[in-house]
Structure formats: C-alpha cells, structure tokens
C-alpha cells in the first residue's frame, strides 16, 4: 500500500526523530581521543584513505591539513571527520582542473585556405600537405 505522504510532515518526523536520538545522545557530549590520538589514528590508517582518495597523495593533504590547521590557529573536535571533508574538497578541486581541458586549433599562417586541424595537444608538430609548411595554433577552445 503507497501512502503519499506530504514533504513537510516527513520533514517534521525526521525533526521529531533527530531530537529523541540527540536527547538519547547528545553529540556535544560524546568523548572523542585527544587531538594527538586523533591524528596518530589517522596516520596509521593512510592506506585505508588511500583507498578511498585514490586520487590524492594522503600523505601530503594531512600535512596540508596540519600546517592550515597551525597558520589559522584552528581546534577541531572531530580531526578524523575534518580530514575525511578536506579530503573531499581536494578531490572535487582535482577533478574540477582535470575538466579544465583545452583543444587546439591547427592553421597554417601563410595560406588561409588550408584546413585547420584540432588537436588536445598543444606541442604537436603538423604539416599543411597543401602549403608544406608546419602548422601553428591559431586558437584555443576550453573543451
């Protein structure tokens, strides 16, 4: 039996349930590791995040999270969730400049009639059969 159920009750209900779990146990009073305990644990789990950041060189996005953390004077209670966010920040902005991708247009200077070529290439060499010279970009289109 489907029940259509309106989207603010639903909302209302998951309030109603988030408040009884909080009461039941509250988030600002769970006891977590020290820092230094936090960040050891993170650092003995390097291959588990590797794993799941195939992507990202963990090692260095820890030390980057550690020097950001002491340049802006910042305490975090959960480091393991901290590192868990930065890490998904880095590889959102790596897979953002891995789009950031370029074609090239091919052209020959001296003869405006030849076929331009389009390569994603900007070091090719690419001779014009028509003119028998080498072409250069004469354009750049972000693909």
Known sequence: MNKKIDLNT????????ESRIEKL???SKRKLPS???????????????SQKFPTLDIEFELLKML?????????????????RNWLRKSSNSIEKNVQDVYRYIYGCK?????????SEYKDMVIFCKQCDSQKKIIKSIRA
Request: net charge positive.
């Open 25 to 27: 146990d509250p988030t």
């Open 67 to 83: 020097d950001w953390l002491k340049a802006n004077q910042k305490r975090k209670k959960d480091y393991r969730a901290f590192f």
């Open 110 to 118: 001296n003869n405006k009639d030849c076929k331009h070529q389009e």
């Open 10 to 17: 639903l909302l209302d209900r998951i309030d109603a349930l």
């Open 35 to 49: 820092k230094k305990e936090q960040i050891e644990n993170i650092k003995s789990n390097l291959e588990e995040w």
